[in-house]
């Protein structure tokens, strides 16, 4: 198998997407994905696949298939709407205007010099929209384009028919073919730059890939040469020199100096981070002052910034829930708007008394104000916004369904440990039982914890280290309890929780227990900061009306104190892994619940939740697992990415309410001639504004305000 990913031109709706898949089906690809947001189709092609016939079968829908390497393809004359549109109104202006009241071109009432000035538009409009409709035909996957050139086919056979037999003034329509072709290039032209603005805050993230850097080499007297490379040429383990105002090129790790570093590109943080030796920088950043010295840790695909980018991408290639429905619609709009058409057609003629001249532009005006592409770009319209918004202030979202449940969260379920506190521990008190040295206590506590990247494990570790440390036979984690290992001579050691003291007589309230041979050695407090954002959430996910719900595995004591301060409205405390699912699925059988969580034990509670939400700074198994993922330990977006869920879910409703109100307006407006004698003219415009408007509307994401 062959992975295949090509950029296609053309493609302005989930219609055009939708021939395109159906069409590399019928040759049997398999799950193709098509997103006519990004202009991209990948899928995986067997060997003996003829590829050179797909690129054809797809250039004869209409669409321009270009291969990946060319990022940037010279344009050619005509070879996109907004030429199209330009060069067929040199043409179709003249026709238009002597038909205004005021201007007599006594010459334009020739019908071989209409024709002669529609003639250029009709055979530029018909090789784009008529071969692709053609195709589209054959292939039974008729598109939008079967509904515009059938529309301009009849105004100009009607009108060379009346030419031909000597009646040109009476079956004189080729304003209205010349008109119809020229808007709805216009309109795709509109409707391109719209779709194309809705993925502006994507743009912004794919610029800050393509910077220049300043690399550093040495010659054979070891001095430094500093010289300008293209950033996608620097290779891991290059040095790089970064002064203030420049962007960091790649993901790095400082070697030399300090620096104020803006990462809102990234993490959505405007206020800068201070970033010292051996701290890491992220590509994309810019250095707002200071000079460091970096060397490069990742390039190209393994960086934190393309990590974002293929999300951000396979999530606006996700359908969610609510555009099934226009899917389906879209799929069966174009034999729906013919069958209407001829229907207009007969009606008109048969029963009223205008003719079979007006009845027929009547039927032309339902075919080109009739619009497909603005319930197919409803949807992906919101959600390219919605997904933009998020990855340029650090709420990340692995797919669009996870967007679109956001607006159904009823409780919000958090963590203790790193999620509601920092993470940081610092010892705060210790105590060895009798029979037992301070040192050889903390000895054997270093030689368990330093086994473990639980964040207490890690701050008794770091504190305790010592030159010397017990040798184990066997060590291991378990999760929701602690360190257990077992020394040569068969003695088994606990480092854990309240869990791992069994019958043993202790203390309540502290952090960790120290055992040896279910002896207790002593135990160790240690203490975490809440952090200083939390409170401040959890009134603002109480005000929206939101549960909010502790659930940890650590001692009631621990939580409720964390609790009270924060005033979590539920406080469920002293969970194993177990136990956080059972509870989180109970919770959800309640409401959809979301979850917040950064450890190894919240993994399972995250793929439980309605919505899993990982800190960035998390396991990697807990952002596996989870469906949104706040940059920068951005618990303080988490309130943002709630709202954000919302606004884009009623810009979807608004949207399909346009969508599906405009055409069942617009459709019966046409049929019963309601727009005029230049209807089908009237109807192109429209047609061609309708998407317009939806991007507009989706454009509005990006100001609305979400908490």
Not at 269 to 287: A, C, N, Q, W, Y
Not at 341 to 362: K, P, W
Request: include cysteine; hydrophobic fraction near 45%; aromatic fraction near 8%.
């Amino acid at each position: 198998m062959e992975k295949v990913q090509w950029k296609v031109d053309g493609m302005s709706c989930t219609n055009c997407a939708l021939s395109i898949h159906k069409y590399l089906q019928s040759n049997g690809i398999v799950e193709p994905k098509v997103s006519f947001m990004e202009g991209e189709v990948q899928f995986e092609m067997p060997t003996e696949t003829n590829k050179e016939k797909l690129i054809k079968g797809i250039q004869n829908l209409g669409y321009k298939v270009r291969g990946q390497e060319e990022a940037t393809p010279k344009k050619k004359f005509l070879d996109n709407n907004r030429d199209r549109a330009f060069f067929c109104f040199l043409f179709a202006a003249p026709l238009v205007a002597h038909m205004l009241p005021g201007i007599h071109w006594h010459f334009m009432m020739n019908p071989y010099v209409q024709l002669a000035f529609t003639l250029p538009v009709f055979l530029i409009g018909m090789s784009y929209f008529g071969r692709s409709a053609w195709y589209s035909i054959t292939k039974g996957i008729p598109n939008m384009n079967v509904l515009v050139a059938i529309g301009a086919l009849a105004s100009f056979g009607y009108s060379l028919y009346g030419t031909i037999i000597g009646q040109g003034t009476s079956f004189a329509y080729y304003e209205t073919t010349a008109t119809i072709i020229t808007l709805v290039f216009f309109g795709n032209y509109l409707e391109d730059a719209s779709v194309q603005s809705t993925q502006r805050a994507l743009k912004d993230l794919v610029k800050a890939q393509k910077v220049m850097a300043n690399m550093i080499v040495f010659d054979e007297n070891h001095k430094e040469i500093i010289f300008n490379v293209e950033s996608n040429t620097l290779k891991v383990g290059d040095i790089v020199l970064i002064n203030a105002g420049e962007t960091i090129p790649m993901d790095s790790k400082i070697l030399w100096g300090e620096a104020s570093v803006n990462e809102s590109i990234v993490t959505g943080e405007s206020v800068p981070v201070f970033r010292k030796m051996h701290d890491l920088l992220l590509g994309g950043s810019t250095i707002d002052n200071g000079t460091v010295k970096a060397y490069i840790t990742a390039v190209g695909d393994d960086t934190v910034l393309a990590n974002i980018l293929k999300m951000v991408k396979a999530a606006q290639g996700e359908k969610p829930p609510v555009q099934i429905l226009a899917d389906k619609i879209s799929a069966i709009f174009v034999p729906l708007v013919l069958s209407i058409a001829v229907l207009t057609l007969l009606g008109n003629y048969f029963f009223t008394t205008i003719g079979f001249g007006q009845s027929m532009l009547r039927a032309i005006a339902v075919l080109v104000i009739s619009c497909p592409c603005a319930m197919g770009l409803a949807t992906p319209a919101a959600i390219a916004v919605g997904l933009g918004r998020g990855a340029r202030n650090g709420v990340l979202f692995k797919n669009a369904k996870s967007l679109e449940t956001f607006k159904d969260i009823k409780q919000v379920v958090f963590d203790k440990t790193g999620t509601l506190t920092t993470g940081h521990f610092d010892l705060a008190n210790f105590k060895v039982q009798e029979g037992l040295s301070e040192e050889n206590f903390k000895m054997i506590a270093y030689s368990l914890e330093k086994y473990s990247n639980h964040p207490i494990a890690k701050c008794i570790s770091a504190h305790w280290k010592t030159t010397e440390a017990l040798k184990w036979q066997k060590i291991e984690e378990v999760k929701g309890m602690g360190i257990k290992a077992i020394d040569k001579e068969g003695n088994i050691y606990w480092a854990g929780s309240f869990k791992t003291l069994g019958t043993t007589k202790a203390e309540d309230g502290h952090n960790v227990y120290i055992q040896k041979n279910d002896q207790l050695l002593g135990w160790i407090d240690v203490n975490d900061q809440i952090r200083l954002e939390a409170k401040e959430i959890i009134d603002t996910l109480h005000k929206q009306g939101v549960h909010t719900v502790l659930l940890s595995g650590d001692r009631k004591e621990k939580c409720a104190q964390v609790g009270k301060a924060l005033g979590i409205q539920e406080i469920i405390a002293e969970q194993s892994p177990a136990d956080k699912l059972e509870k989180l699925d109970a919770l959800t059988k309640i409401s959809p619940t979301a979850m917040v969580g950064d450890g190894i034990n919240d993994a399972p509670a995250l793929a439980k939740a309605t919505i899993g939400i990982s800190l960035s700074n998390a396991s990697h198994i807990a952002i596996q697992s989870a469906q949104v993922i706040l940059m920068n330990q951005g618990l303080k977006n988490l309130p943002m990415a709630l709202g954000l869920g919302r606004r884009t879910y009623e810009t979807i409703k608004e949207n399909l309410i346009w969508a599906f109100s405009y055409n069942i307006i617009a459709i019966p407006v046409a049929a019963l001639g309601l727009l005029g004698s230049w209807g089908p003219t009237y109807g192109a415009l429209i047609m061609g504004l309708s998407d317009v408007i939806l991007a507009i509307n989706s454009l509005r994401l990006f100001k609305k305000k979400l908490v």
